[in-house]
């Protein structure tokens, strides 16, 4: 059985700024917190039957922008049926991981991010007829958020 938890990690994210690399000292402390939080939380019983803790580090701005890609790899497929390609700009990756990302709950609410700002935009222009069969379409970021370009 795997499971995961945020236990721990309240201290932390107060003091987060966002996209930052973790030393190894920063790392041994939470680490420590986490353990003393898991102690307070969990049964000794409980404690003992665990095979093994794994304490991840948080995510870089760098690899959330690889999962957007990873998920419009998804939005690519399904578009590619109306021969329809679609391309996002580095900064529409860079607002797209920032907005998408929170140091509480990690990279969970990208796809959501993505769905409102990406493809529900992008879906109904296609629905009204701003982009066809053919089209290779740019989202990048303007003044008043995405834009969506031919």
């Given at each position: 059985?795997?499971?995961?938890?945020?236990?721990?990690?309240?201290?932390?994210?107060?003091?987060?700024l966002g996209f930052a690399r973790e030393t190894k000292s920063e790392h041994e402390r939470r680490k420590g917190a986490i353990e003393?939080?898991?102690?307070?939380?969990?049964?000794?019983?409980?404690?003992?039957?665990?095979?093994?803790?794994?304490?991840?580090?948080?995510?870089?701005?760098?690899?959330?922008?690889?999962?957007?890609?990873?998920?419009?790899?998804?939005?690519?497929?399904?578009?590619?049926?109306?021969?329809?390609?679609?391309?996002?700009?580095?900064?529409?990756?860079?607002?797209?991981?920032?907005?998408?990302?929170?140091?509480?709950?990690?990279?969970?609410?990208?796809?959501?991010?993505?769905?409102?700002?990406?493809?529900?935009?992008?879906?109904?222009?296609?629905?009204?007829?701003?982009?066809?069969?053919?089209d290779r379409v740019l989202v990048d970021v303007g003044p008043k958020g995405f834009t969506f370009t031919t």
């Open positions: 059985m795997i499971m995961t938890s945020n236990l721990g990690t309240e201290e932390f994210q107060r003091h987060s003393t939080a898991m102690k307070q939380t969990f049964r000794p019983e409980f404690l003992n039957r665990l095979d093994e803790i794994v304490i991840f580090q948080g995510l870089t701005e760098e690899q959330i922008k690889q999962i957007v890609d990873l998920m419009m790899k998804d939005v690519k497929k399904r578009l590619t049926e109306r021969k329809i390609t679609v391309e996002l700009t580095e900064e529409a990756k860079a607002k797209l991981a920032k907005e998408g990302f929170d140091p509480a709950f990690g990279a969970r609410p990208l796809r959501r991010t993505l769905q409102r700002q990406v493809e529900n935009p992008l879906s109904t222009k296609i629905l009204q007829g701003e982009f066809k069969e053919g």
